[in-house]
């Protein structure tokens, strides 16, 4: 059974703490998205990657890195956490082409 | 740019009913994906049906058929046979379908509840 996991369902952390969110696919999946969702947005890209290193920004980059050292593990980074950073944060992984994208769980991550 | 617009925030349907969600898209790109995805309450996203933009028929999976008209930059979601259990988030999304421009975008969801 295809699986993507993220490393937490609720994640609770203060305001400026340096925040990391990981995922693991093991599908053998080229491409690993990071979406944040938050009610009357639907989801929104922030960052996605092609391959082992490569990173390209997705819609709202900003405040966020990623890292992507392994094919089957993709991290999100918030170097310094804030408030309007408070949502839901789920993980994808697909191949090229027309397969639709596999979801993780989601983070639910609370920023104080 | 790529753009996904769902018009209905919230719908409320008589279980049994027919019931149709509502989905246009915008790109100059011909070549592209639509995808409808399903968010119940527990948060997972449970992919529903494809289409394709040279698919000549449109595409079915079981009660659910999406409605493609192309000239119309439409893809609505036909759900036949509404039960409880399809009450939930649904949302249109689409990808370009050629290397290095394949990411997802979003609309911003239709929460559909069945009503017994």
């Known amino acids: 059974d295809v699986k993507v996991t993220q490393s937490s369902r609720y994640l609770v952390k203060r305001t400026g703490e340096k925040v990391f969110l990981e995922c693991v696919q093991d599908?053998?999946?080229?491409?690993m998205f990071w979406y944040r969702q938050d009610p009357g947005l639907g989801l929104r890209l922030i960052y996605f990657s092609y391959d082992v290193k490569m990173k390209e920004k997705g819609d709202i980059p900003e405040g966020y890195s990623v890292s992507r050292e392994k094919k089957e593990r993709f991290s999100l980074i918030l170097e310094s956490a804030s408030t309007n950073q408070t949502s839901m944060y789920l993980c994808a992984s697909d191949t090229q082409g027309r397969d639709e994208q596999y979801f993780g769980p989601g983070t639910r991550l609370t920023v104080t | 740019a790529q753009k996904i617009t769902q018009t209905q925030p919230g719908m409320f349907v008589q279980e049994k009913e027919a019931v149709t969600l509502d989905c246009t898209y915008d790109t100059s790109d011909p070549s592209y994906g639509l995808f409808w995805y399903k968010q119940p309450s527990s948060g997972e996203m449970i992919f529903l049906i494809y289409?394709?933009?040279?698919?000549?028929q449109n595409a079915t999976e079981g009660r659910y058929s999406l409605n493609f008209q192309k000239a119309r930059k439409s893809a609505n979601l036909v759900i036949s046979a509404s039960q409880l259990g399809d009450s939930a988030m649904y949302f249109c999304?689409?990808?370009?379908?050629?290397?290095?421009?394949?990411?997802?975008?979003f609309g911003t969801g239709t929460r559909l509840t069945i009503i017994p």
């Open positions: 289409q394709g933009s040279y698919d000549q």
């Open positions: 999304a689409m990808r370009h379908l050629n290397f290095g421009n394949e990411k997802l975008t």
């Open positions: 599908m053998d999946h080229e491409n």
